[in-house]
T-cell receptor, first 112, second 112 residues
Framework: AQSVTQLGSHVSVSEGALVLLRCNYS??????LFWYVQYPNQGLQLLLK??????LVKGINGFEAEFKKSETSFHLTKPSAHMSDAAEYFC??????????FGTGTSLTVIP | DTAVSQTPKYLVTQMGNDKSIKCEQN?????MYWYKQDSKKFLKIMFS???????INETVPNRFSPKSPDKAHLNLHINSLELGDSAVYFC???????????FGQGTRLTVV
């Protein structure tokens, strides 16, 4: 079975500060991991994905994530937060049978 | 040129009614999904179809039925709507476990 856990349903950072959103996974098969962003009243947009190539993955809008097998983690980071980063962020794992399982989401607030 | 399109975007209906939400993807993907997002933003997979075969059916009431006339379409039919069915429903598609899922813009269903 596959699942992801996102620690912290709400994260607030100041503009220009480091963004760190946490995701831990559980998978009975080598995991494929994804981060998505959802802006208000919109669908989900892919930020980045890990599919067993490089463990440090760079995505759009300056985000990156590092796959750490020993810690079963795939945390999302951005060096400097912008106001436009305020959104809901979802970590997901792709499991057997091609289904996607999502975490419960983290709402990011950026304080000016 | 929308990759995954859903209609309608908003749907307000009375309890007990039957309604359908349509989804089409023009990406040539093999698998399509329906997700339900509740008021707390939690994304729950409802169904997925791979080559017109249902491969996932989570603990979803049988009032919900997916219908796939061809590989590019996966419609969601809901019978006897209940207040608890109010949510945002997302259609998505992808082509393999290591590929990202592309999402539609969502259908906000409100049952009154």
């Amino acid at each position: 079975a596959q699942s992801v856990t996102q620690l912290g349903s709400h994260v607030s950072v100041s503009e220009g500060a480091l963004v760190l959103l946490r995701c831990n996974y559980s998978s009975s098969v080598p995991p494929y991991l994804f981060w998505y962003v959802q802006y208000p009243n919109q669908g989900l947009q892919l930020l980045l994905k890990y599919t067993s190539a490089a463990t440090l993955v760079k995505g759009i809008n300056g985000f990156e994530a590092e796959f750490k097998k020993s810690e079963t983690s795939f945390h999302l980071t951005k060096p400097s937060a912008h106001m436009s980063d305020a959104a809901e962020y979802f970590c997901a794992v792709s499991g057997t049978g091609n289904q996607f399982y999502f975490g419960t989401g983290t709402s990011l607030t950026v304080i000016p | 040129d929308t990759a995954v399109s859903q209609t309608p975007k908003y749907l307000v209906t009375q309890m007990g009614n039957d309604k359908s939400i349509k989804c089409e993807q023009n990406l040539g993907h093999d698998t399509m999904y329906w997700y339900k997002q509740d008021s707390k933003k939690f994304l729950k997979i409802m169904f997925s179809y791979n080559n017109k075969e249902l491969i996932i059916n989570e603990t979803v009431p049988n009032r919900f039925s997916p219908k796939s006339p061809d590989k590019a379409h996966l419609n969601l039919h809901i019978n006897s709507l209940e207040l608890g069915d109010s949510a945002v429903y997302f259609c998505a598609s992808n082509s393999g476990r290591d590929t990202e899922a592309f999402f539609g813009q969502g259908t906000r269903l409100t049952v009154v």
